[in-house]
């Protein structure tokens, strides 16, 4: 992303573990959160084009590694979703607001990063106003990539090593067990009418399906889904539509903030 790279902030999560994150000022009050995936970091294509968009119409934006992933401390660990949710994402949050005085009236989050913002929601939705949900999935007990027989490894020796691309990583029963239980059905049933929830999804995603974004649109109250034809999981060649397509949804909350102030 070409630009302002971004000025490196470092907030401490409940474990007191170092956060680093970017924040991308246009002196504007309001602040977005973004939210990075499974195995991925602040660097991501999809957030800093946000970022970027963001900046274009003059609102601050801030992305930043979870714990255990990119620049930040701590280790890595498999499932972690409610973690990040009330450890990383609220103290952010809580920085922010607290810290500098600023507003966080959306919070977006791609992948893993969309199951954390919807949890985040579900637990803390009388302070934030809306959520971006980019390709997030419906169902924890479903695309579990670890290979054949990974109940039964992981049963006998208490872990497994797994790989993705590049990326080794150790999955132990606990963080398994800790994925199994996050029930983002039940988690969508808490969050109120009150917050605006878009949920955005390509048409070809093979890594979650298209499917769950339509199981988001069911339960959650206050919703609206948009689904980016032919677009897969990294929205490869549809950067633009789904830049436009969260910017057009954050714009009008933006403008609904000032109207109530």
């Keep these: 992303m070409k630009g302002n790279p971004g000025t490196k902030i470092v907030i401490a999560n409940r474990r007191n573990e170092k956060l680093v994150g970017l924040l991308h000022e246009t002196g504007s009050r309001e602040v977005v959160v973004l939210c990075h995936g499974f195995r991925s970091n602040k660097d991501n294509t999809i957030l800093k084009n946000m970022t970027a968009a963001l ?17 930040s401390e701590g280790n890595f660990y498999y499932g972690n979703f409610n973690n990040e949710a009330d450890d990383d994402l609220h103290m952010v ?10 507003v966080v009236p959306v919070i977006l989050g791609h992948s893993k990063g969309g199951d954390v913002v919807l ?3 579900s637990k803390y939705g009388d302070t934030i106003r809306s959520v971006v949900n980019i390709s997030g999935r419906f169902d924890l007990k479903k695309g579990i990539r670890l290979g054949d027989d990974y109940m039964e490894k992981i049963r006998e020796q208490g872990f497994i090593d ?9 999955v132990t029963e606990e963080s398994l067990m800790d994925r199994l239980n996050t029930d983002m059905h039940e988690a969508c049933l808490k969050i109120g009418r009150k917050c605006k929830v878009l949920t955005v999804h390509g048409s070809d995603d093979t890594v979650v399906p298209v499917e769950d974004a339509k ?21 490869t060649k549809h950067q633009k539509q789904l830049v436009s397509t969260a910017m057009e949804f954050i714009k009008t909350v933006i ?3 000032h109207l109530s102030l």
């Design 255 to 257: 403008h609904e903030v």
């Design 119 to 121: 949890l985040y929601a």
């Design 55 to 71: 900046e274009k119409e003059g609102i601050s934006a801030f992305r930043f590694d979870f714990s255990g992933n990119g620049e």
């Design 93 to 102: 949050i809580q920085y922010l607001c607290n810290t500098m005085n600023r």
């Design 162 to 170: 797994a790989k993705e691309g590049k990326s080794c990583f150790r």
């Design 215 to 235: 199981e988001f649109a069911k339960i959650i109250p206050n919703h609206n889904l948009e689904i980016v034809q032919g677009a897969n999981h990294g929205y």
